[in-house]
């Protein structure tokens, strides 16, 4: 499918990643506004890309 398949590809998310853990310096708190974010986080497992100094946080009570 056009535009869903260009953002699936693992080569450039390995790339993203690691460029990501060469940047970070310094803990990061990441906020998710939405539980549509936190699905899509998870279901795509995002969240085993975040190493110890990441963290995600729901920003709604």
Not at 25 to 50: A, K, N, Y
Request: aromatic share 6%; net charge positive; glycine share 4%.
């Amino acid at each position: 499918m056009k535009y869903v398949d260009e953002f699936r590809d693992r080569a450039v998310a390995a790339a993203l990643a690691e460029r990501i853990k060469k940047t970070v310096t310094r803990p990061w708190t990441i906020m998710e506004v939405c539980s549509g974010q936190t699905h899509s986080i998870v279901r795509f497992g995002l969240d085993s890309l975040l190493l110890h100094n990441r963290t995600l946080v729901q920003g709604r009570a």
